[in-house]
C-alpha cells in the first residue's frame, strides 16, 4: 500500500477504520470505499441506471436490425402502419410525425420530422454521445493528469509555462471554445483533423477540459513532492520519471477516481450543445443534441422528437453525477457513511 493510502486508514475516523466498526488489518483504501459505497443506495441505484443505459445504447444495432427492422437514417415520407387495427401515415399531410405507438417493432417511440424511428434514432444516439464522452473523458484525463504531475513535481519555469497555457484555456467558455475549434476544423481543418467526425468531437471537447484537471491534480503534487516516500526515493537515486509516474501517480488515484464521471458528464453535456448549436456531430449521424435541435423545429407537434432524447440526457448526465458524489464520499475518509 502507498505511503498517503495508509494514511488515510489510520486517519479515517476518531474512532478508528470504518467508523467505528473493526476493520481487518491491510484493508485497503478502495475495499473500504466500495463498503461505503455498496451502503449508499441513491448511488448504488443510479450505478445501475447508468449501465442499463449504457447496455441499451450498446444494443442499437441489434435492436434496429433484428427488432425494429430499420435504420437510424432510413427515412419514410409517406408509409403507413397499422397502429391499434387502423392504418396511420408516419407523417400527416402537416408533417406531424406520429407519436409512440408503444409496439417495440415499429415506431415505438413516434417518428421525427423525416419519418425515421425515434427509438432506433434515439439509442444510436446515445451511443454517440457517450463514445464521445468517454473518449473525451479519456483525454481530458490523462494529459490533464500528466500535466498536472509534471507542472507540480518540476515547478519553476516548466510549471509557470503550463499554468499560464491552462490559464488561457480557462479564460474561455467552454461551450465558445468549442464552438470556435469545431467551427475551425469545419471550414479550414486543423492539422490531421478535415471534418468533423465523432473523433474530431471527442478531442475537442477532452482538449477543453484538460485545465479542469490540470489545476487540482497540480495541487495535490505540489504538497505529495515534498512527503518523506518522495525524499527517500530521491535519496534511492530514482529518475524524475520513475518517482513521478511509480511514487506520486499512485497516490493521486482517489483524485482521478473522482473526477472521472465527474469529466465524462461535463463531455456528454458539452457534446449534447456543441451538436445542438450545429457545431458538433453532423447528417446523418445523430446524437441527443442534434435530435433536441431537430425536433425543435416541429415543436410542439412532434413534441415527443424534443421530450424524448430530453429525457434521456438529463437521465444520464445525473446517474453519473449522482454515482461520482457517491465514490467522492466512499474514498472521503472522514465520510459519514458507515462501513
Not at 447496455?55 to 409517406?78: K, R
Request: charged share 15%.
Amino acid at each position: 500500500m502507498s505511503a498517503i493510502n495508509s494514511e488515510i486508514l489510520l486517519e479515517e475516523s476518531p474512532d478508528g477504520p470504518g467508523g467505528g466498526q473493526d476493520v481487518p488489518p491491510g484493508t485497503s483504501i478502495y475495499a473500504l470505499a466500495w463498503k461505503r459505497l455498496r451502503r449508499n443506495r441513491v448511488a448504488m441505484f443510479f450505478g445501475i441506471v447508468f449501465i442499463l443505459l449504457v447496455v441499451l445504447c450498446l444494443l442499437a444495432p441489434i435492436y434496429s436490425q433484428d427488432v425494429a427492422h430499420i435504420g437510424p437514417n432510413t427515412e419514410n415520407l409517406t408509409g403507413q402502419i397499422r397502429v391499434g387495427g387502423k392504418l396511420e401515415y408516419v407523417l400527416s399531410m402537416q408533417d406531424v410525425p406520429i407519436g409512440p405507438t408503444w409496439n417495440i417493432h415499429h415506431y415505438f417511440l413516434g417518428a421525427d420530422e423525416s419519418g425515421r424511428d425515434l427509438a432506433v434514432r434515439l439509442l444510436y444516439g446515445g451511443r454517440a454521445s457517450l463514445e464521445i464522452g468517454v473518449v473525451a473523458m479519456l483525454i481530458t484525463m490523462i494529459f490533464g493528469t500528466m500535466l498536472g504531475i509534471i507542472s507540480g513535481y518540476f515547478r519553476g519555469f516548466a510549471d509557470g509555462l503550463i499554468s499560464r497555457t491552462m490559464d488561457i484555456i480557462w479564460s474561455y467558455p467552454a461551450v465558445l471554445l468549442g464552438i470556435t475549434l469545431n467551427t475551425v476544423i469545419i471550414v479550414n481543418g486543423l492539422g490531421p483533423l478535415h471534418s468533423t467526425t465523432l473523433l474530431s468531437t471527442a478531442i475537442v471537447v477532452g482538449f477543453v477540459y484538460i485545465p479542469y484537471i490540470v489545476r487540482p491534480v497540480r495541487a495535490q503534487v505540489l504538497t505529495l513532492r515534498e512527503r518523506e516516500f518522495v525524499d527517500a526515493a530521491r535519496q534511492q537515486g530514482l529518475s524524475h520519471a520513475r518517482i513521478m509516474f511509480g511514487e506520486l501517480l499512485p497516490n493521486l488515484s482517489s483524485t482521478i477516481v473522482v473526477f472521472i464521471p465527474l469529466m465524462l458528464a461535463n463531455s456528454i453535456i458539452l457534446e449534447a450543445a456543441l451538436s445542438y448549436l450545429g457545431a458538433g456531430v453532423q447528417a446523418p449521424n445523430s446524437s441527443w443534441g442534434t435530435m433536441i435541435q431537430s425536433g425543435l423545429q416541429n415543436f410542439p407537434g412532434g413534441f415527443n422528437t424534443v421530450l424524448v432524447p430530453g429525457i434521456m440526457l438529463v437521465l444520464t448526465v445525473m446517474s453519473v453525477n449522482i454515482l461520482g458524489d457517491g465514490l467522492r464520499d466512499a474514498l472521503d475518509p472522514r465520510s459519514k457513511v458507515k462501513v
